[in-house]
């Protein structure tokens, strides 16, 4: 029997991460969040000063990258992340990363191994039209531009950051239009992917939408 995955895949803060902890939670699977590959692969790269777009030497590092995930502790090389990678910055560096065939390639086996018994729930760009096109169920979350801002500014007024939500807004946007434009694995919804419009939702409506399609597709 074929481990089952649920993919979330979707632009910044359309509510893919929290909505697939929920449900991997709820399920008793396994979480993988993708982009925490692509954001630790960006912050190796600005701490050890590995330009953005040097290929080859991100790909190799991608292989044997020192990074581990446990208890919703990301470590690099020892050291806790976790914090790190969520910079704004650094989510900016991972989408340019991000555009590099052979990193993609390099980190496509490391995010198959977390599909483990009982199942994974997953979320990021690609997860059901490239890394797991045979997922379950597979869920494109969207929400408008501003709202997204909105939440993200939230996030960072609530960890006592300053934020500017115009800045904010801009930089999702230039984001996703990186992530949408790339030649390889681009942000799209796939033809057999349940659309989930998160804009007026709750993270509770969503979650329960999203089990809704579990529940139907395995039973
Ligand atoms: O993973 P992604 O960037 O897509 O988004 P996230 O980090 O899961 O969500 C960004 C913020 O939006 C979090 O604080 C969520 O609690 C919030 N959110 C929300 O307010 N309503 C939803 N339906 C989904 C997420
Ligand atoms: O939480 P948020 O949606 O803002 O970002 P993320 O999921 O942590 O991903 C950061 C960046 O990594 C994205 O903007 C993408 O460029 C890249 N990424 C990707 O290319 N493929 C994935 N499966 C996940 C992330």
Known sequence: MTIPVITLDGP???????VAARVAASLGFHYLDSGALYRLMALYAM??????????RLAMAAVRL???????????????????????EVGIG??????????????LQ??????????????????????????????????SAAERAR??????????EAANIL???QDIEERDAR?????????????????????DLTVDQAVAQVLAWWRNTAN
């Open 179 to 199: 992530d949408a434009a790339r030649p390889v694995a681009p942000l799209k919804a796939e033809a057999d992917a349940h659309m989930l419009d998160t804009t």
């Open 94 to 107: 991972a989408s340019k990363v991000a555009v590099l065939p052979a990193l993609r390639a390099a980190l």
């Open 66 to 88: 020192p990074a581990t995930f446990a208890e919703g502790v990301v470590k690099l090389e020892g050291e806790d992340v976790s914090d790190a990678i969520r910079a704004e």
């Open 12 to 18: 910044s803060a359309s509510g893919k991460g929290t």
């Open 167 to 169: 800045q904010i807004q």
């Open 151 to 160: 939440r993200r500014h939230k996030q960072l007024i609530d960890k006592g």
């Open 47 to 56: 701490r050890n000063q590995i330009a953005l777009d040097h290929e080859a």
């Open 110 to 143: 490391r995010q198959r191994d977390f599909r483990q018994a009982p199942g994974l729930v997953t979320d990021g760009r690609d997860m059901g039209s490239v890394v797991f096109p045979d997922a379950t169920v597979k869920v494109f979350l969207t929400a």
